[in-house]
């Protein structure tokens, strides 16, 4: 057996032959010939590579398998199946996928880049300006409303517009859905509105609101138990976490509130002012554009409802309003009201009026009426109440309108005040049977004695002979009642002015021809009615009625009102004829207005009652009950006129329920205006002549 390998060599195989024998040397490079046949059954494997291997020397036999060597490869054996590496796939079609996404995303904010900063740059700052900025009205303070004498009827007192920012109550905001029920439910008690209108207000259907008027010109006593609740809210808010201040958002925007310093005192004459701040009646709303100034804006920029200090602001000033004088005078306005509202709650009637006019100006001193209204209370204010009844009502005058039958008589020579006039029990006259108010037998009347005794059937008589037929008498008295201003407005322009009613004589019923003449048939106003006497008094010639003396301008300066339209009725001798023969109305015993006498002075007046229409029905029922006269009836300065719609308790006469009213006030106005009696002695014509 061969002997064991010399140290180093060739270790011996199995079958006992050497190595060097069998296999084929080993060369430092693979033979070409093995690659290609390794690459025919298995891909080559990529290695990584390492430290360079000594080459084997040429002859080197390799060493002999041993224990725990590696089992050389079997000659023709299967060979051990090998998993396929993993193949990865080429990196570029993926970055260029990324790249085209990166690039259109990119491009898609330069583009809105582009439309936000050029070319919608302008619509967008002015919505940030809109929605960072705020713009509230500075209300203008409202014109003051005096007397004559300066005395104030009307002001304007510090008041506060409750506001708010409704998106200061959405839920994001106040963390809680019911932001705006709880301040409402907070509010509503102190504003005195209704809750569900004031939630409506907080949660609005443009969600970008900023701004909304929960109520206006409040006073400062409201605004500040807003502020002591929304004070309360906030510090409770700091130590509990479960408080939500739900008022945060509720502001006040300084305004003014309208007060009436004398209460009802010529609410009629002075109207009221709405909850806009605008004119609703009266002189507030006829004088609204002087009265109510010019209003101011102001803008600041804001954040969380309040203002910053820092970001500016601009203000347009508002320009007050004019003050306004009126010719009436406090305390004969008190006078008159006084005595017309104990006459009507006296009398238990609906209503009354009481209009006293200086008779060389036509300027107005009182204007009252029962009942009337409270402009600082409108929530207890009856309806039928507010306005001006002075003005809106349209009556029958009854007798106070012979005044102008007999001023055609005596202007067209048609008969003097002296002229004998036979006056019978009844008067057929068309389709009807005219009398008096009383039952009587033949009166032998002077004309002026017509007036005196306030006899229809006589001035029935009188008036016909204004032309040779009924309808030629017609027309001249309708030309005359319509120089007296009767059908027409007075002049005033006043809100709700009625001209009454006088249709043209072509349209006169049969009846019509015959009651004109005593007052019945047509209708006037109370203002119209005084009017008439003013002029008889004023000479003949009619000055508009005025109620304003005219206004102060914001600088303080004075512009008086325009004067009034003066026209020439009647002569001045008819107009004297007529004073004389008014007075024996009061100073003759047979007289209907003896309650109307003023110890001292001359009086002319004359006593009213007519058939009142119901203006329910349209029927007649009741009466309308009136005086007019002026005093001193030789030289007038002052028209007093009363009349009492409906009396139901004691007399319903003219001469009894309002002839002590026109003493009472022509009394007062006469001592106010410190008028002396003339001293005069009246002129005493005579009432009845003997046949």
């Known amino acids: 057996m061969p002997g064991p390998p010399a140290p180093g060599g060739p270790a011996p195989r199995p079958d006992g032959r050497a190595d060097a024998a069998l296999d084929p040397p080993v060369h430092p490079y693979p033979d070409p010939r093995q690659v290609t046949e390794v690459s025919d059954r298995e891909p080559p494997r990529r290695r990584v590579p390492g430290p360079a291997k000594p080459p084997r020397p040429r002859g080197a036999v390799r060493r002999q398998a041993g224990p725990g060597a590696r089992p050389g490869r079997r000659p023709g054996g299967a060979r051990p199946p090998v998993t396929p590496p993993l193949r990865l796939g080429s990196p570029r079609p993926r970055l260029r996928l990324v790249s085209l996404a990166l690039t259109l995303v990119l491009l898609a904010f330069v583009v809105r880049l582009l439309q936000v900063q050029a070319v919608d740059a302008s619509a967008y700052t002015a919505r940030a300006e809109q929605n960072r900025y705020v713009v509230h009205t500075l209300a203008a303070e409202r014109g003051e409303i005096t007397d004559r004498n300066g005395v104030a009827l009307a002001v304007s007192e510090d008041a506060y517009d409750i506001t708010a920012d409704p998106t200061m109550f959405s839920a994001k905001q106040l963390k809680i859905g019911d932001g705006p029920e ?10 005195r509105q209704d809750q569900a209108a004031l939630v409506k207000k907080l949660r609005p259907e443009n969600r970008n609101s900023r701004y909304t008027r929960l109520a206006a010109r409040q006073t400062p006593q409201v605004w500040q138990q807003i502020k002591d609740l929304k004070t309360a809210l906030a510090k409770k808010a700091e130590t509990d976490r479960t408080t939500v201040n739900v008022l945060s958002g509720v502001f006040a925007d300084p305004s003014s509130q309208r007060v009436y310093p004398n209460g009802e005192l010529a609410a009629g004459i002075l109207g009221w002012v709405n909850a806009d701040g605008q004119g609703g009646g009266g002189i507030e709303q006829k004088l609204n554009k002087q009265l109510a100034g010019k209003d101011g804006k102001v803008r600041y920029a804001q954040a969380g409802g309040r203002e910053v200090p820092t970001a500016g602001s601009t203000e347009t000033p508002a320009v007050p309003g004019a003050d306004v004088e009126l010719t009436i005078d406090r305390d004969i306005q008190w006078a008159a009201q006084n005595a017309i509202s104990e006459q009507v709650k006296q009398s238990k009637a609906d209503r009354g009026y009481v209009i006293v006019q200086d008779t060389r100006t036509g300027q107005i001193l009182a204007m ?56 019978p029990n009844r008067l057929h006259r068309g389709d009807r049977l005219f009398q008096d108010d009383i039952d009587h037998a033949t009166w032998y009347l002077t004309l ?14 009188a008036t016909g002979e204004l032309g040779k037929t009924q309808p030629e008498a017609n027309k001249v008295l309708y030309s005359y009642l319509r120089k007296f201003g009767i059908g027409g407005y007075t002049g005033l322009g006043f809100p709700g002015e009625t001209p009454g009613i006088l249709a043209p004589p072509q349209k006169w019923s049969t009846s019509q021809q015959y009651t004109i003449p005593f007052g019945q048939g047509f209708s006037i ?8 006497y003013s002029t008889i008094a004023n000479g003949g010639v009619r000055v508009e009625p005025t109620l304003v003396r005219g206004t102060k301008g914001a600088d303080g ?12 009725v009647v002569s001045a001798r008819t107009a004297k004829t007529l004073a004389q023969m008014l007075e024996s109305v009061v100073d003759d015993e047979q007289g209907t207005g003896v309650k109307a006498r003023i110890p001292g002075y001359r009086v002319a007046g004359k006593t009213g009652t007519a058939n009142r229409v119901d203006p329910a029905t349209g029927r007649y029922r009741g009466y309308t009950s009136s005086f007019a006269g002026f005093a001193p009836a030789d030289n007038p300065r002052i028209t007093v006129y009363c009349a009492i719609q409906n009396a139901t308790s004691g007399s319903y006469f003219g001469g009894q329920i309002c002839g002590p ?3 009472q006030v022509m009394e007062f106005a006469l001592k106010t205006l410190q008028i002396p009696p003339t001293g005069a002695k009246a002129a005493n014509l005579p009432v009845e002549y003997k046949p």
Do not use: C, W
């Open 182 to 191: 709880q301040a409402a439910a907070l509010l509503a008690p102190i504003l």
């Open 368 to 423: 009252a009426n029962s009942p009337g209204f409270d402009p600082n209370d409108l929530a207890k204010a009856d309806g039928d109440a507010m306005g001006n009844a002075a003005l809106q009502d349209a009556y029958e005058p009854g007798s106070t309108a012979k005044v102008m039958s007999m001023a055609a008589v005596l202007e067209k020579n048609v008969a003097t005040p002296l002229t004998h006039v036979v006056v």
């Open 448 to 461: 002026n004695g017509v007036l005196a005794k306030s006899s229809n059937i006589g001035t029935i008589l």
């Open 525 to 532: 106003n109370a203002m119209q009615a005084a009017s008439v």
């Open 557 to 568: 300066r004075f512009t008086p009102a325009p004067k009034p339209k003066q026209t020439r």
């Open 661 to 663: 009213i026109y003493k």
